[in-house]
């Protein structure tokens, strides 16, 4: 009989934590570069200031909720413009898929705010605690005063840190420098302290705790990825076919000296101990791989200590892998149906919303025929058709002249508007409104029309000369 005895273990691998060694090169300079760039961005932005005008505030990128207004530099959008994020959310996903088809997760390795983050808080951490070695050694003492004083000088600057990344989320919801004061004097609404304190929560757990556990387990993408690479993209690669057999120096001089064969990697584990999420990039891709770089630095600093040629770590592709297996030279192929229809889509989708930023009029007007009745038969026999004209303008205040084209003999009326001396009916619109009118359109028996007419009801900007139509029906009687 087999045996049915069970082996019970955990369900789950206790975590083991991670101490990243610093390193200096490339990708290293590369990472730092983008991290000052993007953190100086989001914590900068806020307080750049863009002149619109009188009565419109002053900050390059806001987020209006009370008057529904989305504003960024000269675009300025409402909430029916909903389209335009819809674009933005278009573009970004097929970037994401493109940087994914171009070079695997160069996103994560680079640009994911988690990275930058925690990229943020081991340079603290690094600054306070000192290097790989005196991490390990600290945390092994772990109740010397030394270190508890290290460790909480660690904590405060995060919390800081943490602290200034919630209040900068907010800034972008009110003017920067009047909330600024507002919070520093305890002025500003509750909400704008509530969701400073789940950032900052967020930010410190994320970025000083979770780390490499959000990467690994938390974030979908790895597993979306994993589905989208093909063998093409290029990846953090250990090439095998130069780097085995692993030994000491040592030993693979005097290999080398007796003729057999040596591989040029030392088993020094310096790749794994840069790894923010202590991968070991010889044993392949893998989750956890976030594709940063750094174990490339780092074995490059040590190829060029020992004598050898760098590049036994680097970006390479699976079909290069198997060419040098069969000694063939590599290729490269970023240009391929794949990256060129994801390139193809976020051109397309840029040039719609382009086009419909340029070309996009600040007023519409917008016109409800009157249902019931179609159509009033007056005294005299001429008809009278309503009409519910709704007036939208998204710029400063301004005076529309109201005027009716496509029907000739038609006399135009507007409840609680008069005519001005010139014969037009000017309708006064207020900064970023609308406002609705009842328009009547009114034939005398003689020019009625045999069947309904199309009509053109339109608007004029008298001080600019724009001009918006909508077109309707006139209904003569039955």
Same mark, same amino acid.
């Given at each position: 009989?087999?045996?049915?005895?069970?082996i019970?273990?955990?369900l789950?691998?206790k975590?083991?934590?991670?101490y990243?060694?610093s390193?200096?090169g490339?990708?290293?300079r590369i990472?730092?570069?983008?991290?000052c760039?993007?953190?100086?961005?989001?914590?900068?932005?806020?307080? +750049?200031?863009?002149?619109r005008g009188?009565?419109l505030?002053?900050?390059?990128?806001?987020?209006?909720?009370? *008057?529904?207004?989305?504003?960024?530099?000269?675009?300025?959008?409402?909430? @029916?413009?909903?389209?335009?994020?819809?674009?933005l959310?278009?573009?970004?996903?097929?970037?994401?898929?493109?940087?994914?088809? +171009?070079a695997?997760r160069i996103?994560?390795g680079?640009?994911?705010? @988690?990275?930058v983050?925690t990229d943020l808080?081991?340079?603290?951490? $690094?600054w306070?605690?000192?290097?790989r070695?005196?991490?390990?050694q600290g945390?092994?003492r772990?109740?010397?005063?030394?270190?508890?004083?290290k460790?909480?000088l660690?904590?405060?600057?995060?919390?800081?840190?943490a602290?200034?990344?919630?209040?900068?989320?907010?800034?972008?919801?009110d003017?920067?420098p009047?909330?600024?004061?507002?919070?520093a004097?305890?002025?500003a609404?509750?909400?704008?302290?509530?969701?400073?304190?789940i950032?900052?929560a967020?930010?410190y757990?994320f970025?000083?705790?979770?780390r490499e556990?959000?990467?690994?387990?938390?974030?979908?993408?790895?597993?979306?990825?994993?589905?989208?690479?093909?063998?093409w993209?290029?990846?953090?690669?250990?090439?095998?076919?130069?780097?085995?057999p692993?030994?000491?120096?040592?030993?693979?001089?005097?290999a080398?000296? *007796?003729?057999e064969?040596?591989g040029?990697c030392?088993?020094?584990?310096?790749c794994?101990?840069?790894?923010p999420?202590?991968?070991?990039?010889?044993?392949?891709?893998q989750?956890?791989?976030?594709?940063?770089g750094l174990c490339?630095?780092a074995?490059?600093n040590?190829m060029?200590?020992?004598?050898r040629p760098?590049?036994?770590?680097?970006?390479?592709?699976?079909?290069?892998?198997?060419r040098?297996?069969?000694?063939k030279p590599?290729?490269?192929?970023?240009?391929?149906?794949?990256?060129l229809?994801?390139?193809?889509?976020?051109?397309?989708?840029?040039?719609?919303?382009?086009?419909?930023?340029a070309?996009?009029?600040?007023m519409s007007i917008?016109?409800l *025929?009157?249902?019931?009745?179609?159509?009033? @038969?007056?005294?005299?026999?001429?008809? $009278?058709?309503?009409?519910t004209?709704?007036?939208?303008n998204?710029?400063?205040?301004?005076?529309?002249?109201?005027?009716?084209?496509?029907?000739s003999g038609?006399? +135009?009326?507007?409840?609680?508007?008069?005519?001005?001396?010139?014969? $037009?009916l000017?309708?006064?619109?207020?900064?970023?409104?609308?406002r609705?009118v %009842?328009?009547?359109?009114?034939?005398?028996p003689? @020019?009625?029309?045999?069947?309904? +007419?199309?009509?053109?009801?339109?608007?004029?900007?008298?001080?600019?000369?724009?001009?918006a139509?909508? %077109?309707? *029906?006139?209904?003569?009687?039955?």
């Amino acid at each position: 009989m087999a045996d049915d005895t069970f082996i019970e273990g955990p369900l789950y691998e206790k975590r083991k934590k991670v101490y990243p060694q610093s390193v200096h090169g490339q990708f290293r300079r590369i990472k730092w570069t983008i991290l000052c760039i993007t953190l100086g961005i989001y914590y900068l932005l806020p307080f +750049v200031r863009w002149n619109r005008g009188p009565g419109l505030p002053n900050q390059a990128v806001l987020v209006d909720l009370p *008057h529904r207004r989305f504003y960024f530099f000269f675009i300025e959008l409402w909430p @029916q413009e909903v389209y335009y994020f819809t674009g933005l959310l278009i573009i970004a996903a097929m970037t994401l898929f493109l940087m994914n088809a +171009v070079a695997g997760r160069i996103w994560c390795g680079y640009l994911c705010w @988690q990275t930058v983050w925690t990229d943020l808080f081991y340079a603290v951490e $690094r600054w306070v605690e000192g290097d790989r070695r005196e991490r390990i050694q600290g945390d092994k003492r772990y109740w010397s005063f030394d270190h508890i004083r290290k460790v909480a000088l660690k904590h405060v600057l995060w919390i800081l840190i943490a602290w200034w990344t919630g209040g900068a989320w907010v800034l972008y919801f009110d003017d920067a420098p009047t909330l600024v004061r507002e919070l520093a004097t305890f002025q500003a609404p509750f909400i704008a302290y509530l969701w400073i304190g789940i950032l900052t929560a967020t930010t410190y757990v994320f970025a000083g705790h979770a780390r490499e556990q959000v990467c690994i387990y938390m974030c979908p993408w790895p597993r979306i990825q994993a589905a989208l690479t093909d063998e093409w993209a290029l990846n953090v690669t250990y090439r095998r076919d130069r780097g085995e057999p692993r030994m000491s120096v040592k030993k693979a001089e005097a290999a080398r000296v *007796h003729g057999e064969i040596a591989g040029d990697c030392v088993d020094c584990h310096q790749c794994i101990n840069v790894c923010p999420t202590g991968v070991d990039i010889r044993k392949g891709i893998q989750l956890g791989c976030i594709q940063c770089g750094l174990c490339i630095d780092a074995c490059n600093n040590i190829m060029t200590e020992i004598g050898r040629p760098t590049g036994l770590i680097g970006y390479d592709t699976d079909i290069n892998q198997q060419r040098r297996r069969e000694g063939k030279p590599p290729v490269y192929r970023i240009a391929r149906p794949r990256t060129l229809v994801y390139a193809g889509v976020i051109a397309i989708v840029g040039s719609i919303m382009l086009y419909a930023l340029a070309t996009r009029s600040t007023m519409s007007i917008n016109v409800l *025929h009157e249902r019931n009745p179609l159509f009033v @038969q007056l005294a005299d026999g001429g008809v $009278r058709n309503d009409y519910t004209v709704r007036l939208l303008n998204k710029g400063f205040e301004r005076s529309f002249a109201l005027d009716v084209s496509g029907l000739s003999g038609a006399a +135009v009326r507007v409840a609680g508007v008069e005519r001005k001396a010139d014969g $037009r009916l000017i309708v006064e619109v207020g900064q970023d409104q609308t406002r609705e009118v %009842r328009m009547s359109v009114q034939i005398a028996p003689a @020019q009625l029309p045999k069947k309904a +007419v199309d009509i053109e009801i339109g608007i004029t900007d008298v001080a600019t000369g724009q001009r918006a139509s909508a %077109r309707d *029906h006139f209904v003569p009687a039955d």
